[in-house]
């Protein structure tokens, strides 16, 4: 039984961690996968403009972060690691989502 507490314990501490900043994504990456799946711009527009989105979001998060709901935080920030492509965007849409729930 112990051992469970602390295993609780130790992973209650882990969800905060995550929650207490902005968590940093490899924008490049995601937007170099999301240029290859888009078609009507060219490379270089595609990839400027998912960059500048990207970036738009991480600033307003930033911006933002003291005031979002932990919970929320807990909920949204895991869910950008599922696919291997995180997204400020994303991240984004997903708490003021939760937002709106309420």
Excluded: H
Excluded at 7 to 34: H, T, Y
Aim: net charge positive; with cysteine; charged share 15%.
């Amino acid at each position: 039984m112990p051992l469970s507490i602390s295993m609780i314990a130790l992973s209650s501490q882990l969800v905060v961690g995550v929650a207490d900043r902005v968590p940093s994504f490899d924008i490049a990456r995601s937007c170099k996968l999301d240029v290859a799946a888009a078609t009507g711009l060219s490379v270089d527009q595609s990839m400027k403009s998912c960059v500048n989105d990207e970036n738009r979001a991480r600033q307003q998060l930033t911006s933002q972060w003291s005031k979002l709901p932990a919970a929320g935080k807990a909920g949204c920030v895991p869910q950008e690691s599922i696919g291997g492509t995180p997204s400020y965007v994303s991240l984004l849409t997903c708490l003021q989502m939760g937002q709106w729930i309420r």
